[in-house]
C-alpha cells in the first residue's frame, strides 16, 4: 500500500469499498443498456414511420443535399454520417437495401438486382435522390419532432412525419439482443385501398406481395405474428413434355441459389433432369430440360419438396411504440398508420389554418393602415414609442373583427411597408387577395370538419399518381401439401436376403426386388407371421425367413394382404384380409393370433384390393372327406391387420395353391377435382369427377380452345384458371362448343366428337387467330345456351335459349362450326344440366393379370365393366 493510502481516513476506504460495483452488477446493467441500444437505435422499425435510425438518418442527409438532381451515393453516405455514429459500411448496405424497393428513393447505376443476387456497384459509382413519392408523403419539417444528433451539432428527426404505412410496403427484417423482427412488403396500392376501406368503416385483411414474384399461400399467415408461416413458390410452367420454366422465384431466394439446389436435388438423386439454364435478363426465366421417360407434374411436384422452388417464411411483426418493442399484427399497424395520416393531415391544416389567419389579419390590418392615413398621423411623433401608441389607437375602432389581439409585433410590421408599397396600394386587389385568403380559408374549415373524407381523397390521390405499374405481383393462391415420398426421383434399388434376413440397397448380389428413393419406407412380413416397416438403408437386419419386402405407402387404402395361416396352439389354419395404414417404424406387429409354432403359409399383397381363388390340399392322413377345395378370398371381408381371421380349415394342410388371379374387390376410385389448387384428390375435396376404373381418363377443355385428355393420377397438376371443364372423359358424348373468333369478330358453335387418343397432348379446336377464346362448351346430350343479341339500329336487346344440337350437326373436331348469329353478340352462358348424377359405379373390376403365385405380390389390370349411363332428362325445348 501507498504512502497515500496509508493518510487516506478510514471513513474515506470505506466509503470507496461500498461505492464498488461488482462484476455481475456491471454485466447485468451494461448486457441490458447494449440491448436496449441494439432494439432501439440499429434493428426495430419504430411504427410512425417504419424505418430503423440508419434509413432515417439516410433520409434526412437526402432532403438536406436535395435540389431535384441526383448526387453520388458516396456523398449521401459522407452526409449521413454527421447523424449516424457508425461506419459507411452499414450507412451504404442500408442505402442499397431502400434503393432496391423502388419506392423512396430514384437511383442511377447499377443498383444490384434481388433476383439474381448481384451486387451493387461501389458507391462512388452510383447516384440517387429522393423520389417524388417521398418527397410528397415523408417529409414536413412543419409537423416532425426534432432531437440533437450523436454529437450534437446538428438537429435530426426522432421520427419522420410518414403519412402512409411505410413498414408494410416496404417491410423490414432486423435481429436485436433477444429478439428479431421480419414484417413481410405488401401491395402498394392494396395498402392504400385497405387505409380507406378502415376510414369508411370496414374491417381489412392485407396479406403480402413480393417483388420477385411468384405464388404464396397466406392460409397461415395470421397478420404476420409470431408462429406464423407463409410458404411461397416459383411459378414453374411446362413449356412441353421434355422442358418446365421457372418463370417466378420465391421471395428471399435468387436464381444462383435457386439453380443450386436444383442440382444438388438432382445430384442426390431427388428428381431426374438433364440441364438446367439460366435465361434470365430483364425477367425471370430458368429452363429445366427433363431426363428422358420423366413425367412433367411429377418433377413439378419434387422442385417444390426438394429445392428452394417452395421455401416457408416466419415473418415476427415487432416494432418500436413508446420506446418499447412490441410483437402486434400487420393489420393493426395498418390501422395506428392510418390514424396517425389523418393525425398528421389534421396538424398540416390546422398549420395553415394558422398560417391563412395571420395572412388575413396582416392583410387586414396593411388596408386599414393604407386606407385611413394613419401612416400620416405618425409624420409629428418624436419618439418610437409615440409612433407604435399613434398606430395602435388608430387600429382601436376596427380590434373587435380581428381573431386576436393585436400585438406590438403586429405593428412594427406595419412600420416597415416601404412607402413605394403604400403609394402603389390597390384596394380591389388587396380586396381580391382577401377574398382568395377567405376561401381557402373556408376550404381548410371544410376539410377540418370532414378530415376522413379529408384522408380517403387523400390516399386516392396517392393511389392516382403513384399506384400505375404496382399492381401485385405475388399470386394468392392454396397450396397442397406435397408428400416427398410419392414424386421423389426412384434413385435407389431394393434388394432382398430372404434366407439371412437382410435387406437394403447395397445389397446388390441378392435377390432385386423393386426400384425406390432412399426417403422409402420398406414393410417386410416373416415366415413367423410378424410384419415391421423401417426406413430403407444400405443394409438391415430385418429377422430370417422374410417373405415378402416391398415399398410401404402410410395411409394406402387400396393395399389389401390376403393371408393364411397356421395357428400353432389350435392346429387350425386361419384366413385373413387386411390392410396397413399406419404403423410406428421398426415395431414388430404380430399377424397371427401370436402363439408358439404359428406360421404364414400364404401370402399376396395387393395394391389394387384383389382377391384371388386358391386351392388348398390338405394331408393324406387328414381326416377329411374332402381333401382337395377351393376358397374365395373375395368371400370374406378386409379388416385391420389385429384381427385373428376366419378358420380355413381344423385339419392339417399340405400345401395352397393359387388357382385363379382376382379382381379388385375395392371397386373404382371416386376421384374429385379441387379447383382451389387445381388437384385430383380421392378425399372428397370439389367436384366429383365419377368413379374410376383401369384405363378410365379424364378430358380438360381450356379457356383458349383447347382440349387435352389426360390420366387419372392424383399427381397431374391443372392450371384452374385456365379450365373451361374438366370431367371423366367418354369418348361417345359429343362436345358442343361456342367461340369467339378474333379474326373475324363472330362467334361461331359446333359440335363434335374427340377423334384423338394421344394422352397429355393439348389439341386446338377453334379458331387459332389472336383473341380467340371458348366462351361455353359441354358434354350433355342435350347441351342449352341462353344468347343475348343487339338487333337494329334502335340497339333492341333480346335474348333467346336455344338446343344446340337444333343449331348445327356433329362435325369433325376441326370444323369451323356454324355463325352463331347475324346480329350483335352479347354474351352466350350455358343452361346448366338438369341430368341427375349416377349413382357410384358398382364395386366389380376385372381380372388379375398376374403370374405370381403362393407368396407372391397380386397385380390387377381392371376392366370397366358398367353399363353406360342413362339417356339425360330432356328439358323443355323453348
Same mark, same amino acid.
Given at each position: 500500500?501507498?504512502? $497515500?493510502?496509508?493518510?487516506?481516513?478510514e471513513?474515506?476506504?470505506?466509503?470507496?469499498?461500498?461505492?464498488?460495483?461488482?462484476?455481475?452488477?456491471?454485466?447485468?446493467n451494461?448486457?441490458? @443498456?447494449?440491448?436496449?441500444?441494439?432494439?432501439?437505435?440499429?434493428?426495430?422499425?419504430?411504427?410512425?414511420?417504419?424505418?430503423?435510425?440508419?434509413?432515417?438518418?439516410?433520409?434526412?442527409?437526402m432532403?438536406?443535399m436535395?435540389?431535384?438532381?441526383?448526387?453520388?451515393?458516396?456523398? *449521401?453516405?459522407?452526409?449521413?454520417?454527421?447523424?449516424?455514429?457508425?461506419?459507411?459500411?452499414s450507412?451504404?448496405?442500408?442505402?442499397?437495401?431502400?434503393?432496391?424497393?423502388?419506392?423512396?428513393?430514384?437511383?442511377?447505376?447499377?443498383?444490384?438486382?434481388?433476383?439474381?443476387?448481384?451486387?451493387?456497384?461501389?458507391?462512388?459509382?452510383?447516384?440517387?435522390?429522393?423520389?417524388?413519392?417521398?418527397?410528397?408523403?415523408?417529409?414536413?419539417?412543419?409537423?416532425?419532432?426534432?432531437?440533437?444528433?450523436?454529437?450534437?451539432?446538428?438537429?435530426?428527426?426522432?421520427?419522420?412525419?410518414?403519412?402512409?404505412? %411505410?413498414?408494410?410496403?416496404?417491410?423490414?427484417?432486423?435481429?436485436?439482443v433477444?429478439?428479431?423482427?421480419?414484417?413481410?412488403?405488401?401491395?402498394?396500392?392494396?395498402?392504400?385501398?385497405?387505409?380507406?376501406?378502415?376510414?369508411?368503416?370496414?374491417?381489412?385483411?392485407?396479406?403480402?406481395?413480393?417483388?420477385?414474384?411468384?405464388?404464396?399461400?397466406?392460409?397461415?399467415y395470421?397478420?404476420?405474428?409470431?408462429?406464423?408461416? !407463409?410458404?411461397?413458390?416459383?411459378?414453374?410452367e411446362?413449356?412441353?413434355?421434355?422442358?418446365?420454366?421457372?418463370?417466378?422465384?420465391?421471395?428471399?431466394?435468387?436464381?444462383?441459389?435457386?439453380?443450386?439446389?436444383?442440382?444438388? /436435388?438432382?445430384?442426390?438423386?431427388?428428381?431426374?433432369?438433364?440441364?438446367? !439454364?439460366?435465361?434470365?435478363?430483364?425477367?425471370?426465366?430458368?429452363?429445366?430440360?427433363?431426363?428422358?421417360?420423366?413425367?412433367p407434374?411429377?418433377?413439378?411436384?419434387?422442385?417444390?419438396?426438394?429445392?428452394?422452388?417452395?421455401?416457408?417464411?416466419?415473418?415476427?411483426?415487432?416494432?418500436?411504440?413508446?420506446?418499447?418493442?412490441?410483437?402486434?399484427?400487420?393489420?393493426?399497424?395498418?390501422?395506428?398508420?392510418t390514424?396517425?395520416?389523418?393525425?398528421?393531415?389534421?396538424?398540416?391544416?390546422e398549420?395553415?389554418?394558422?398560417?391563412?389567419?395571420?395572412?388575413?389579419?396582416?392583410?387586414?390590418?396593411?388596408?386599414?393602415?393604407?386606407?385611413?392615413?394613419?401612416?400620416?398621423?405618425?409624420?409629428?411623433?418624436?419618439?418610437?414609442?409615440?409612433?407604435?401608441?399613434?398606430?395602435d389607437?388608430?387600429?382601436?375602432?376596427?380590434?373587435?373583427?380581428?381573431?386576436r389581439?393585436?400585438?406590438?409585433?403586429?405593428?412594427?410590421?406595419?412600420?416597415?411597408?416601404?412607402?413605394?408599397?403604400?403609394?402603389?396600394?390597390?384596394?380591389?386587389?388587396?380586396?381580391?387577395?382577401?377574398?382568395? %385568403?377567405?376561401?381557402?380559408?373556408?376550404?381548410?374549415n371544410? &376539410?377540418?370538419?370532414?378530415?376522413?373524407?379529408?384522408?380517403?381523397?387523400?390516399?386516392?390521390?396517392?393511389?392516382?399518381?403513384?399506384?400505375?405499374?404496382?399492381?401485385?405481383?405475388?399470386e394468392?393462391?392454396?397450396?397442397?401439401?406435397i408428400?416427398? +415420398? #410419392?414424386?421423389? #426421383?426412384?434413385?435407389?434399388?431394393?434388394?432382398?436376403?430372404?434366407?439371412?434376413?437382410?435387406?437394403?440397397?447395397?445389397?446388390?448380389?441378392?435377390?432385386?426386388?423393386?426400384?425406390?428413393s432412399?426417403?422409402?419406407?420398406?414393410?417386410?412380413?416373416?415366415?413367423?407371421?410378424?410384419?415391421?416397416?423401417?426406413?430403407?438403408?444400405?443394409?438391415?437386419?430385418?429377422?430370417?425367413?422374410?417373405?415378402?419386402?416391398?415399398?410401404?405407402?402410410?395411409?394406402?387404402?387400396?393395399?389389401?394382404?390376403?393371408?393364411?395361416? $397356421?395357428?400353432?396352439?389350435?392346429?387350425?389354419?386361419?384366413?385373413?384380409?387386411?390392410?396397413?395404414?399406419?404403423?410406428?417404424?421398426?415395431?414388430?406387429?404380430?399377424?397371427?393370433?401370436?402363439?408358439?409354432?404359428?406360421?404364414?403359409?400364404?401370402?399376396?399383397?395387393?395394391?389394387?384390393?384383389?382377391?384371388?381363388?386358391?386351392?388348398?390340399?390338405?394331408?393324406?392322413? #387328414?381326416?377329411?372327406?374332402?381333401?382337395?377345395?377351393?376358397?374365395?378370398?373375395a368371400?370374406?371381408?378386409?379388416?385391420?391387420?389385429?384381427?385373428?381371421?376366419?378358420?380355413?380349415?381344423?385339419?392339417?394342410?399340405?400345401?395352397?395353391?393359387?388357382?385363379?388371379e382376382?379382381?379388385?374387390?375395392?371397386?373404382g376410385?371416386?376421384?374429385?377435382? @379441387?379447383? +382451389?389448387?387445381?388437384?385430383?384428390?380421392?378425399?372428397?375435396?370439389?367436384?366429383?369427377?365419377?368413379?374410376?376404373?383401369?384405363?378410365?381418363?379424364?378430358?380438360?377443355?381450356?379457356?383458349?380452345?383447347?382440349?387435352?385428355?389426360?390420366?387419372?393420377?392424383?399427381?397431374?397438376?391443372?392450371?384452374?384458371?385456365?379450365?373451361?371443364?374438366?370431367?371423366?372423359?367418354?369418348?361417345?358424348?359429343?362436345?358442343?362448343?361456342?367461340?369467339?373468333?378474333?379474326?373475324?369478330?363472330?362467334?361461331?358453335?359446333?359440335?363434335? $366428337?374427340?377423334?384423338?387418343?394421344?394422352?397429355?397432348?393439348?389439341?386446338?379446336?377453334?379458331?387459332?387467330?389472336?383473341?380467340?377464346? $371458348?366462351? !361455353?362448351?359441354?358434354?350433355?346430350?342435350?347441351?342449352?345456351?341462353?344468347?343475348?343479341?343487339?338487333?337494329?339500329?334502335e340497339? *333492341?336487346?333480346?335474348?333467346?335459349?336455344?338446343?344446340?344440337?337444333?343449331?348445327?350437326?356433329?362435325?369433325?373436331?376441326? /370444323?369451323?362450326?356454324?355463325?352463331?348469329s347475324? &346480329?350483335?353478340?352479347?354474351?352466350?352462358?350455358?343452361?346448366?344440366?338438369?341430368?341427375?348424377?349416377?349413382?357410384? +359405379?358398382?364395386?366389380?373390376g376385372?381380372?388379375?393379370?398376374?403370374?405370381n403365385?403362393?407368396?407372391?405380390?397380386?397385380?390387377?389390370?381392371?376392366?370397366?365393366?358398367?353399363?353406360?349411363?342413362?339417356?339425360? +332428362?330432356?328439358?323443355?325445348?323453348?
Amino acid at each position: 500500500m501507498s504512502e $497515500l493510502d496509508n493518510n487516506q481516513p478510514e471513513e474515506e476506504k470505506n466509503d470507496s469499498l461500498h461505492d464498488s460495483l461488482p462484476v455481475t452488477g456491471m454485466y447485468e446493467n451494461w448486457f441490458l @443498456d447494449y440491448a436496449s441500444y441494439v432494439i432501439l437505435e440499429r434493428a426495430v422499425p419504430a411504427i410512425e414511420d417504419g424505418l430503423k435510425p440508419v434509413q432515417r438518418r439516410i433520409l434526412h442527409a437526402m432532403k438536406e443535399m436535395d435540389d431535384g438532381r441526383y448526387n453520388k451515393v458516396a456523398n *449521401i453516405i459522407g452526409q449521413s454520417m454527421q447523424y449516424h455514429p457508425h461506419g459507411d459500411a452499414s450507412i451504404g448496405d442500408a442505402m442499397v437495401n431502400m434503393g432496391q424497393k423502388e419506392l423512396l428513393i430514384d437511383t442511377q447505376g447499377n443498383w444490384g438486382d434481388i433476383r439474381t443476387g448481384d451486387g451493387a456497384a461501389a458507391s462512388r459509382y452510383i447516384e440517387a435522390r429522393l423520389s417524388k413519392f417521398a418527397l410528397d408523403v415523408v417529409f414536413n419539417p412543419q409537423t416532425t419532432k426534432w432531437q440533437l444528433s450523436y454529437d450534437g451539432r446538428k438537429k435530426e428527426p426522432i421520427t419522420l412525419p410518414v403519412k402512409f404505412p %411505410l413498414l408494410l410496403a416496404q417491410g423490414v427484417e432486423g435481429i436485436a439482443v433477444g429478439l428479431s423482427t421480419k414484417v413481410l412488403p405488401h401491395n402498394f396500392c392494396e395498402l392504400i385501398q385497405a387505409s380507406i376501406d378502415l376510414l369508411k368503416g370496414k374491417r381489412v385483411n392485407i396479406f403480402p406481395d413480393f417483388p420477385t414474384g411468384g405464388q404464396a399461400d397466406f392460409s397461415e399467415y395470421n397478420e404476420g405474428l409470431r408462429g406464423s408461416r !407463409v410458404k411461397v413458390r416459383a411459378k414453374i410452367e411446362e413449356a412441353d413434355n421434355k422442358t418446365l420454366l421457372i418463370k417466378d422465384i420465391p421471395f428471399g431466394t435468387t436464381t444462383t441459389g435457386l439453380i443450386e439446389s436444383i442440382i444438388k /436435388a438432382n445430384d442426390k438423386g431427388k428428381i431426374k433432369i438433364k440441364k438446367v !439454364v439460366d435465361n434470365t435478363a430483364k425477367d425471370v426465366e430458368i429452363a429445366i430440360q427433363l431426363a428422358p421417360g420423366t413425367s412433367p407434374d411429377i418433377t413439378i411436384d419434387a422442385l417444390y419438396a426438394f429445392t428452394d422452388c417452395e421455401v416457408s417464411i416466419s415473418p415476427n411483426a415487432c416494432v418500436i411504440i413508446d420506446d418499447k418493442p412490441v410483437f402486434i399484427g400487420v393489420n393493426d399497424i395498418l390501422k395506428y398508420n392510418t390514424q396517425q395520416t389523418v393525425s398528421l393531415l389534421t396538424q398540416e391544416l390546422e398549420i395553415r389554418k394558422g398560417e391563412l389567419l395571420e395572412k388575413l389579419l396582416f392583410s387586414s390590418l396593411e388596408k386599414i393602415f393604407i386606407e385611413n392615413r394613419i401612416y400620416r398621423d405618425i409624420e409629428e411623433c418624436e419618439t418610437w414609442e409615440a409612433v407604435l401608441q399613434t398606430i395602435d389607437q388608430g387600429l382601436t375602432p376596427y380590434k373587435p373583427q380581428f381573431y386576436r389581439e393585436i400585438t406590438q409585433e403586429d405593428i412594427i410590421k406595419l412600420t416597415e411597408i416601404k412607402i413605394k408599397r403604400i403609394s402603389k396600394f390597390d384596394a380591389f386587389k388587396a380586396d381580391e387577395l382577401m377574398k382568395r %385568403l377567405e376561401d381557402e380559408l373556408a376550404e381548410v374549415n371544410h &376539410h377540418l370538419a370532414n378530415i376522413t373524407d379529408y384522408a380517403i381523397d387523400y390516399y386516392k390521390g396517392l393511389l392516382t399518381k403513384y399506384g400505375k405499374g404496382r399492381e401485385r405481383k405475388t399470386e394468392i393462391k392454396a397450396f397442397d401439401t406435397i408428400a416427398a +415420398s #410419392a414424386v421423389a #426421383a426412384n434413385n435407389q434399388k431394393l434388394y432382398i436376403n430372404r434366407a439371412d434376413g437382410f435387406i437394403g440397397y447395397g445389397l446388390k448380389k441378392d435377390e432385386f426386388v423393386t426400384d425406390c428413393s432412399d426417403i422409402d419406407d420398406v414393410i417386410v412380413f416373416r415366415r413367423d407371421g410378424v410384419c415391421l416397416v423401417t426406413k430403407i438403408q444400405e443394409k438391415v437386419f430385418v429377422g430370417k425367413d422374410i417373405l415378402y419386402a416391398g415399398i410401404f405407402r402410410k395411409g394406402d387404402e387400396r393395399m389389401v394382404y390376403n393371408l393364411i395361416y $397356421l395357428d400353432g396352439q389350435s392346429g387350425k389354419t386361419m384366413v385373413k384380409r387386411f390392410q396397413i395404414l399406419g404403423v410406428t417404424r421398426d415395431k414388430e406387429y404380430d399377424l397371427t393370433k401370436g402363439t408358439k409354432g404359428s406360421k404364414v403359409m400364404y401370402l399376396t399383397a395387393n395394391p389394387n384390393g384383389e382377391a384371388e381363388i386358391v386351392t388348398v390340399f390338405l394331408t393324406a392322413g #387328414a381326416k377329411a372327406r374332402i381333401k382337395v377345395f377351393d376358397f374365395d378370398f373375395a368371400t370374406i371381408e378386409i379388416k385391420g391387420r389385429g384381427a385373428g381371421g376366419n378358420i380355413l380349415t381344423k385339419y392339417p394342410v399340405r400345401k395352397i395353391q393359387l388357382k385363379m388371379e382376382g379382381a379388385s374387390t375395392l371397386g373404382g376410385l371416386d376421384i374429385y377435382y @379441387d379447383e +382451389s389448387i387445381g388437384r385430383l384428390n380421392t378425399d372428397q375435396r370439389g367436384r366429383h369427377l365419377g368413379n374410376f376404373l383401369g384405363n378410365d381418363q379424364i378430358i380438360v377443355f381450356y379457356k383458349n380452345g383447347e382440349y387435352e385428355i389426360t390420366s387419372y393420377e392424383l399427381t397431374n397438376r391443372y392450371e384452374a384458371e385456365q379450365i373451361q371443364l374438366i370431367e371423366k372423359f367418354d369418348p361417345e358424348a359429343v362436345v358442343s362448343a361456342v367461340y369467339f373468333d378474333g379474326a373475324s369478330k363472330n362467334y361461331y358453335v359446333k359440335r363434335f $366428337l374427340i377423334e384423338t387418343s394421344t394422352a397429355n397432348k393439348k389439341f386446338n379446336f377453334i379458331s387459332e387467330a389472336r383473341n380467340s377464346k $371458348l366462351m !361455353v362448351v359441354s358434354t350433355d346430350k342435350q347441351a342449352q345456351i341462353e344468347v343475348s343479341v343487339i338487333k337494329g339500329k334502335e340497339k *333492341i336487346k333480346e335474348t333467346n335459349e336455344y338446343d344446340v344440337d337444333m343449331l348445327i350437326d356433329v362435325k369433325g373436331w376441326k /370444323a369451323v362450326g356454324n355463325k352463331l348469329s347475324i &346480329h350483335e353478340v352479347k354474351s352466350v352462358k350455358l343452361i346448366p344440366s338438369k341430368k341427375e348424377t349416377p349413382a357410384p +359405379s358398382p364395386k366389380t373390376g376385372g381380372a388379375d393379370s398376374s403370374d405370381n403365385a403362393g407368396f407372391g405380390v397380386g397385380q390387377t389390370i381392371s376392366l370397366d365393366l358398367r353399363k353406360p349411363d342413362g339417356e339425360d +332428362s330432356q328439358p323443355e325445348l323453348f
